[in-house]
């Protein structure tokens, strides 16, 4: 088993509208997950509104076996408290913990994070690459438990990890520290091993990632080459 790397989450992703690939990554992630202690999946729902893509919906997930993992939604949608109302139906079915919304056609941050910690969920939101810190709610913040930065322009996995999310993970560390210290600092989309030494120095607590894993030749090569290179990066800060 490897050892939990303590000072970063790896959150593997599924994204897809076809049933079959769904079910075979999650039991992939849980025939292998266990020997590195993931905990949890994050499971991304496209309403081919938010962007030019489909994946399956909150209503589908109780057919598919989660075993003990937590479920994370990134809800990317017209309206992400639609969906939240939709993941209500399966709260007897599915292990939801966070419901993370972008931000972008959300039309109240307030009202979304109010109604997920109504269904106890952990509540957080998300910001596509490009968007402007300034239009997070500050309100909203003080019951945030969850920030996740894109990487990429989200809807997508397979795209190059984009540098400029480096200055935003920055502005945003300082953000959390000021106005909530318990929330989780996650970035998703294109995140590689070669990406991890910077994500740790400046301060993300979590990484989510797909196509890492995904095209590699099997999960656990994947999984491997992400620990191998935090275990490196931890190493180094030590001298």
Not at 45 to 51: P, Q, R, V
Not at 138 to 151: C, F, I, P, Y
Request: net charge negative; glycine share 6%; with cysteine.
């Amino acid at each position: 088993m490897k050892e939990k790397n303590k000072a970063m989450n790896i959150i593997p992703s599924i994204l897809s509208d076809e049933r079959e690939v769904v079910a075979k990554q999650l039991a992939s992630i849980l025939s292998s997950g266990e020997d590195y202690e993931i905990e949890r999946v994050q499971m991304d729902i496209i309403d081919g509104e938010f962007a030019d893509n489909i994946t399956v919906t909150p209503l589908d997930l109780p057919d598919f076996e989660f075993g003990g993992l937590e479920v994370d939604l990134h809800l990317m949608t017209q309206e992400p408290l639609d969906f939240v109302y939709e993941a209500k139906e399966t709260t007897h079915f599915v292990p939801i913990k966070r419901v993370i919304g972008q931000i972008e056609k959300m039309s109240n941050q307030e009202a979304f994070v109010e109604e997920v910690k109504k269904q106890h969920w952990l509540p957080g939101l998300c910001l596509d690459l490009y968007t402007p810190l300034s239009e997070l709610s500050l309100d909203a913040l003080e019951d945030v438990r969850v920030l996740q930065v894109m990487g990429i322009q989200a809807g997508f996995q397979g795209q190059q990890f984009n540098e400029h999310t480096y200055q935003v993970i920055s502005e945003l560390r300082e953000l959390i520290e000021r106005v909530n210290p318990k929330i989780e600092l996650i970035v998703d989309g294109g995140v590689k091993p070669e990406h991890l030494g910077k994500l740790l120095e400046l301060g993300v607590d979590s990484v989510v990632v797909g196509s890492v894993l995904w095209k590699a030749a099997s999960i656990e090569e994947g999984l491997d080459s992400l620990y191998d290179e935090l275990a490196n990066s931890e190493s180094e800060e030590t001298f």
